[in-house]
């Protein structure tokens, strides 16, 4: 019983041996993270078409909850860039952005996606973290990232604007272009050049100027609070929110409210697909963060309960304020750099933003949006990884395809077509990278009782003995594959008298390929030719006992594919070298 509490509350497996100087690496990573979770929740708030207020909210409540029930140390969860595009795409299907049915949309999104993670998680789904390619979720990200870019771009020119595909969003830039605020541009246009010199020549900067790593570090962390303070002062100081330029205005102060999903039947099914999709991006995207990161200390994670981690988050999301959250790559490479020890850092960060949202907000009306753009810019731009183009094209042409069709049709049809159409290209990968198996014909390398590739190694043959090594488990994609191959073999050579599958890398033969199997042993008996097995793994020999197969078989089941070849060399010609 404790053991399965333990599993399912990691807090009570890691809090018993909580110690002080756990205490100090988490208080430490606590006000990094803080320090650098202000603008970027204010920004992703933004980008999901919700007040700023809410993106402190979805990061105050969830991180707790993640805390208590999450297994890794370091994860840092909140919104992220692409679940916070997913929402502003999914939610303004059926409400316009700034309006109570918006914001009430975005809460019941979250609770779909938190019960929706929860269930997989009580089913141990989570193995589902491999059923995306890593070429078809970066080709979503790239193409995300250049879909939220172009997206906000209409900030930072401080003009109208809009849509879910690159094709719209760019034709209403050009229709308002020329209403273009000057003010803005050069806010937003600073902004964008100053953050992107923050990431890359801050911390050098700095150290040249004879600050220590540690304070250098904690500087270019605050980088986006300083951009917020100078662009905040310039708007309130030249009184530009009067000549045009958009600003955040009042942002409620206090800690997250207490609030109520719609649970609607017609929101709900028009929600499901989304929250669906969410669910599995923000999976896919936290459990990756997560293992990388525990890796590195030797640590372990556990899918399983990392879904109901990541479900409890949505849900203290759904009934606090916030919006869709999962485990973001930045925060959390941020977190395990500043030292964070526990989950603890975690709720450490969720107190810190607490604070903010009850002191710091009033300080915030005046933060013109283009320097939230700006944010959100330089952000996902630093997420676009145009090598695996690159990659991909040297390596395999099909994956290389994967990346620009999952690209294509997320710039071309938005996130979720672009999305959906991942999930097909991962599962027709799958498909067609087992439904015609690697079959090679073996032979014997002389002075050994190793059986290699005829075309690639210098090994002996039998007369009238077809030996196959079959490298892929047989189902029903892939089963007549092998049939059709073995007799497109006997009819080149009628010399053949014996057949011998060496199903060494065999872990599954599903029913159509069992009927597959015995259509072939039929047709090969009437062609007076012997099927023989060698080298069939344990849980597979265990099934085929279950039927008729192996007492029809009119070969044998050998041992290891040496017995075999004793057996019908013994019977046979003697063995020619290749």
Same mark, same amino acid.
């Given at each position: 019983m404790r053991l399965s509490l333990t599993r399912h509350l990691p807090i009570l497996d890691w809090g018993r041996r909580y110690s002080k100087s756990d205490l100090s690496s988490d208080l430490t990573a606590a006000v990094i993270v803080t320090i650098m979770l202000v603008p970027q929740s204010l920004a992703y708030a933004m980008l999901a078409g919700l007040p700023p207020e809410a993106g402190i909210y979805a990061s105050v409540l969830p991180i707790m909850l993640y805390a208590i029930f999450g297994t890794s140390r370091a994860l840092a969860v909140g919104p992220v860039a692409v679940v916070s595009l997913m929402t502003a795409s999914a939610v303004g299907q059926v409400a316009e952005s700034g309006t109570a049915g918006y914001a009430v949309a975005a809460l019941t999104l979250?609770?779909?996606?938190?019960?929706? /993670?929860?269930? =997989?998680?009580?089913?141990?789904? &989570?193995? !589902? +973290?491999?059923?995306?390619?890593?070429?078809? @979720?970066? #080709? %979503?990200?790239?193409?995300?990232?250049?879909?939220?870019?172009?997206?906000?771009?209409?900030?930072?020119?401080?003009?109208?604007?809009?849509?879910?595909?690159?094709?719209?969003?760019?034709?209403?830039?050009?229709?308002?272009?020329?209403?273009?605020?000057?003010?803005?541009?050069?806010?937003?246009?600073?902004?964008?050049?100053?953050?992107?010199?923050?990431?890359?020549?801050?911390?050098?900067?700095?150290?040249?100027?004879?600050?220590?790593?540690?304070?250098?570090?904690?500087?270019?962390?605050?980088?986006?609070?300083?951009?917020?303070?100078?662009?905040?002062?310039?708007?309130?100081?030249?009184?530009?929110?009067?000549?045009?330029?958009?600003?955040?205005?009042?942002?409620?102060?206090?800690?997250?409210?207490?609030? /109520?999903?719609? =649970?609607?039947?017609?929101?709900? &099914?028009? !929600? +499901?697909?989304?929250?669906?999709?969410?669910? @599995?991006? #923000? %999976?896919?995207?936290?459990?990756?963060?997560?293992?990388?990161?525990?890796?590195?200390?030797?640590?372990?994670?556990?899918?399983?309960?990392?879904?109901?981690?990541?479900?409890?988050?949505?849900?203290?999301?759904?009934?606090?304020?916030?919006?869709?959250?999962?485990?973001?790559?930045?925060?959390?490479?941020?977190?395990y750099d500043a030292g964070a020890a526990t989950p603890a850092a975690g709720?450490?960060?969720?107190?810190?933003?607490?604070?903010?949202?009850?002191?710091?907000?009033?300080?915030?009306?005046?933060?013109?949006?283009?320097?939230?753009?700006?944010?959100?810019?330089?952000a996902v731009l630093s997420l676009v990884d145009p090598a695996i183009l690159r990659r991909t094209w040297a390596y395999s042409r099909r994956d290389f395809a994967s990346v620009v069709v999952t690209v294509l049709s997320t710039l071309l049809f938005g996130v979720e077509a672009g999305i959906s159409t991942g999930v097909a290209l991962s599962l027709l990968l799958h498909v067609l990278n087992t439904a015609r198996p690697h079959v090679a014909e073996v032979g014997l390398v002389p002075g050994s009782q190793h059986f290699r590739n005829v075309l690639r190694h210098k090994v002996e043959t039998l007369p009238g003995v077809l030996m196959l090594r079959v490298d892929e488990s047989l189902y029903f994609a892939n089963a007549r594959a092998i049939e059709t191959l073995v007799l497109d073999r006997l009819a080149a050579d009628p010399a053949i008298r014996e057949v011998v599958l060496m199903c060494s890398a065999v872990n599954v033969i599903d029913f159509s390929a069992l009927e597959s199997l015995e259509a072939l042993a039929t047709e090969l008996a009437a062609q007076k030719v012997r099927l023989h097995l060698s080298e069939v793994k344990g849980p597979v020999m265990d099934r085929l006992k279950t039927t008729h197969f192996l007492r029809d078989l009119n070969g044998e089941v050998f041992l290891s594919q040496y017995d075999a070849w004793k057996s019908l060399a013994a019977t046979g010609p003697t063995a020619k070298a290749g």
């Open positions: 979250a609770l779909l996606s938190g019960l929706m /993670l929860i269930v =997989l998680g009580l089913l141990r789904f &989570g193995f !589902l +973290a491999n059923f995306l390619s890593h070429p078809v @979720i970066a #080709g %979503f990200i790239i193409a995300s990232g250049l879909l939220i870019a172009a997206g906000q771009a209409r900030h930072i020119f401080g003009i109208a604007g809009g849509g879910d595909a690159l094709p719209e969003i760019l034709h209403r830039l050009w229709q308002h272009l020329a209403e273009a605020n000057w003010q803005t541009l050069v806010i937003g246009l600073a902004s964008t050049v100053f953050l992107v010199w923050v990431r890359k020549g801050m911390k050098p900067a700095l150290k040249r100027l004879g600050a220590g790593d540690g304070l250098a570090t904690l500087l270019t962390r605050a980088g986006p609070v300083f951009a917020i303070v100078v662009t905040t002062v310039t708007v309130w100081a030249f009184g530009l929110h009067e000549q045009g330029v958009a600003i955040v205005g009042t942002i409620p102060q206090g800690l997250p409210p207490l609030t /109520l999903p719609d =649970l609607s039947p017609g929101l709900i &099914g028009t !929600l +499901a697909l989304p929250a669906a999709l969410i669910s @599995i991006i #923000g %999976f896919v995207e936290s459990v990756s963060v997560a293992q990388t990161l525990a890796a590195k200390k030797r640590q372990r994670i556990g899918p399983d309960q990392e879904l109901i981690g990541l479900g409890a988050a949505n849900i203290g999301a759904a009934f606090s304020g916030g919006f869709p959250v999962t485990g973001g790559f930045a925060r959390s490479v941020v977190n709720a450490f960060t969720a107190i810190g933003l607490a604070l903010a949202a009850l002191t710091l907000t009033p300080l915030l009306y005046f933060l013109p949006q283009a320097t939230l753009a700006a944010t959100i810019i330089v």
